[in-house]
């Protein structure tokens, strides 16, 4: 089991690398420079912006900033914003991290509260009007855009019904509306799943066999077929991460909230090479520890599987 995670964590450390090296190479070829919007329509000179561009390290040649980036990062020092000037990128993490995470939770602990029992009723009793709604709001919550559900869902609560406030987080129901949209398509994914998945072990020998043993049927749900039900469902949970973390740029962006997806519109918008180069890294890196965690708990869920 060691060697396998020990392979993991290398194949993890290289696809974090190829991000962190795609991201600043990218960065650079987009048109412009932050300096450009650090110095605005300010009147400058030459030599100004020239004292600018050496005292970030942007005068030196592409592969020379990116082997000290490299270096810097193996040190864990993101570097000092360059719009922000003399903010380090740790301390601007540190501030909007704690927004973005709550905001995750949130919305994963619902989705898997929703979604869970839904899915596996919808299971035992497929084609009945339960199922049925829970297909159609299914596949809604997943064709839905993220950005036109926040939309809607800040005229109905906030302008409307006046339930919510429309932005911000001055309270902590802030985060409810946030959390609502990013766990819609979340719960949509997952009850589909938990529902199919549910649908085909209900038919296996081993399902019939605690009937015919006379087993409540209650029991031969919830030990029998929920328990192997779960195994695809944790599979995609798992994966899922990425794209929770994807929506929450959008979300974050419609309700300005000041999270780490906020944070990457505004960095990318200003070109704050720093800032940008650094959540693109720490996203990969959530993501490939996601996706590792995954696996193990898969492998100790299904006592079939065993990692050498």
């Known amino acids: 089991m060691w060697r396998y995670v020990a392979t993991r964590l290398l194949q993890g450390a290289a696809v974090i690398f190829l991000v962190a090296t795609a991201t ?16 605005g329509e300010a009147e400058v000179t030459p ?3 020239a004292g600018i561009k050496q005292l970030w390290g942007l005068d030196r040649p592409w592969y020379e900033q990116y082997l000290t980036w490299l270096g810097n990062m ?6 000092v914003s360059v719009i922000r000037t003399g903010v380090p990128v740790g301390t601007m993490l540190a501030q909007a991290a704690p927004v973005t995470i709550t905001l995750n939770i949130a919305a994963l602990v619902a989705s898997v509260a929703i979604a869970i029992p839904v899915g596996i009723l919808a299971g035992i009793r497929r084609y009945s009007a ?3 709604l829970g297909t159609v709001g299914a596949t809604l919550g997943v064709a839905l855009p993220s950005f036109w559900v926040s939309l809607m869902a800040i005229i109905l609560f906030a302008v409307k019904l006046r339930w919510l406030p429309p932005f911000g987080l001055h309270s902590w129901s802030g985060y409810i509306l946030p959390a609502a949209v ?4 979340q719960t949509a994914v997952l009850t589909r799943m938990m529902r199919g998945s549910v649908a085909s072990v209900l038919h296996q020998d081993y399902v019939r066999t605690g009937r015919a043993k006379g087993l409540p049927e209650a029991a031969v749900v919830l030990r029998h077929a929920v328990r192997n039900a779960l195994l695809p469902v944790i599979t995609v949970l798992g994966y899922r991460m990425a794209f929770l973390l994807s929506g929450t740029i959008i979300v974050e962006t419609v309700f300005a909230l000041p999270g780490i997806g906020r944070l990457l519109t505004d960095s990318v918008y200003h070109l704050d090479y720093q800032v940008v180069q650094a959540i693109a890294l720490l996203l990969a890196v959530i993501v490939v520890v996601a996706n590792i965690a995954t696996d193990l708990v898969y492998a100790l869920v299904d006592p079939r599987i065993r990692i050498g």
Do not use: H, K, M, S
């Not at 990013?182 to 398509?185: F, G, N, R, V």
């Open 24 to 39: 600043f190479l990218i960065l650079r070829l987009t048109p412009g420079n932050p300096i450009d919007v650090l110095v």
């Open 47 to 49: 030599e100004q912006v």
């Open 74 to 79: 193996a040190r864990g020092n993101f570097g």
């Open 130 to 132: 339960l199922d049925y």
């Open 182 to 185: 990013l766990a819609t398509e």
